[in-house]
């Protein structure tokens, strides 16, 4: 009798280690298919998530581009106020200085001439100065309207003013058109390309920059070419000095 019992006591623990057999090796055998299925399944949930997130840095890269862009119109705008206002006599600008915006500019004008929107009525007068911001005196004023006034550059050809070399050497400065101009000074004169031209009376303003030299062996005089301060055919502003 005890060893029946013990036969029919043994048999369920035989019969859970064949079932745990059993599961160990359909694990084993459909580990890799059961694994295969899942990212089957799984794979267009990953897409999605993968398309979003390329959705989202692409709307991020469009909005940093629109804001980058509206930094550098915002600056370009404050730029041209502070201009303004300086001009306008909001700092330390004299509040003698009439802004003229330019009408019409070489080459459209002829003979090295600007047509600014500034006259008579305003208290542009005849022979003011005009200066293309800060010192550099580009002109004077050469016929006087109502609402315009004509100004003639330094640079219009044929025209002759009275000048100082660095603030020192008299010389004759002839205008040429373009901008530019001419003048001959004695061989041993020093002078460079960046060397200024200043017109006496001009309180220092400059005139004109020299843009090259030529100085010849065994010539008595060295050519000297200048141009304006300010290219004529970029001006939009200028400032009309009026007379004290």
Same mark, same amino acid.
């Not at 041209?80 to 500019?105: K, Q, Y």
């Not at 050497?169 to 002839?174: F, G, K, Q, R």
């Not at 400059?206 to 301060?229: H, N, R």
């Given at each position: 009798? &005890?060893?029946? !019992?013990?036969?029919? $006591? $043994?048999? &369920?623990?035989?019969?859970?280690?064949?079932?745990?057999?059993?599961?160990?090796?359909?694990?084993?055998?459909?580990? @890799?298919?059961?694994?295969?299925?899942?990212?089957?399944?799984?794979?267009? #949930?990953?897409?999605?998530?993968?398309?979003?997130?390329?959705?989202?840095?692409?709307?991020?890269?469009? !909005?940093?581009?629109?804001? @980058?862009?509206?930094?550098?119109?915002?600056?370009?705008?404050?730029?041209?106020?502070?201009?303004?206002?300086?001009?306008?006599?909001?700092?330390?600008?004299?509040?003698?200085?009439?802004?003229?915006? +330019?009408?019409?500019?070489?080459?459209?004008?002829?003979?090295? @001439?600007?047509?600014?929107?500034?006259?008579?009525?305003?208290? +542009?007068?005849?022979?003011?100065?005009?200066?293309?911001? !800060?010192?550099?005196?580009?002109?004077? #004023?050469?016929? +006087?309207?109502?609402? !315009?006034?004509?100004?003639?550059?330094?640079?219009?050809?044929?025209?002759?003013?009275?000048?100082?070399?660095?603030?020192? +050497?008299? %010389?004759?400065?002839?205008?040429?058109?373009?901008?530019?101009?001419? @003048?001959? %000074? &004695?061989?041993?004169?020093?002078?460079?390309?960046?060397?200024?031209?200043?017109?006496?009376?001009?309180?220092?303003?400059?005139?004109?920059?020299?843009?090259? #030299?030529?100085?010849?062996?065994?010539?008595?005089?060295?050519?000297?070419?200048?141009?304006?301060?300010?290219?004529?055919?970029?001006?939009?502003? #200028?400032?009309?000095?009026?007379?004290?």
């Amino acid at each position: 009798m &005890p060893r029946r !019992q013990h036969g029919r $006591s $043994s048999f &369920p623990f035989a019969l859970g280690a064949m079932v745990l057999v059993a599961l160990v090796v359909l694990v084993v055998l459909f580990r @890799t298919p059961l694994s295969g299925m899942f990212w089957l399944a799984a794979a267009p #949930v990953v897409e999605w998530r993968q398309s979003l997130g390329a959705t989202e840095a692409t709307a991020l890269r469009a !909005q940093l581009a629109e804001a @980058t862009a509206a930094l550098a119109d915002r600056d370009a705008l404050y730029r041209e106020v502070a201009d303004l206002r300086e001009r306008l006599g909001r700092t330390d600008v004299p509040a003698t200085r009439i802004l003229a915006a +330019v009408l019409m500019r070489p080459p459209w004008s002829a003979y090295d @001439t600007l047509l600014v929107d500034a006259g008579s009525s305003h208290g +542009v007068a005849l022979g003011d100065l005009v200066s293309a911001g !800060q010192s550099g005196i580009i002109g004077r #004023v050469s016929e +006087v309207y109502a609402a !315009q006034a004509r100004v003639e550059l330094f640079s219009a050809p044929g025209v002759t003013y009275q000048a100082l070399l660095n603030g020192t +050497v008299p %010389v004759a400065v002839e205008g040429q058109g373009g901008g530019s101009m001419h @003048t001959d %000074v &004695p061989a041993g004169t020093i002078v460079a390309v960046g060397d200024t031209v200043e017109f006496p009376g001009l309180a220092g303003g400059i005139a004109a920059a020299v843009s090259a #030299v030529d100085a010849k062996m065994g010539e008595s005089f060295i050519g000297i070419y200048m141009t304006l301060p300010a290219n004529p055919a970029e001006l939009a502003r #200028v400032e009309i000095l009026r007379q004290q």
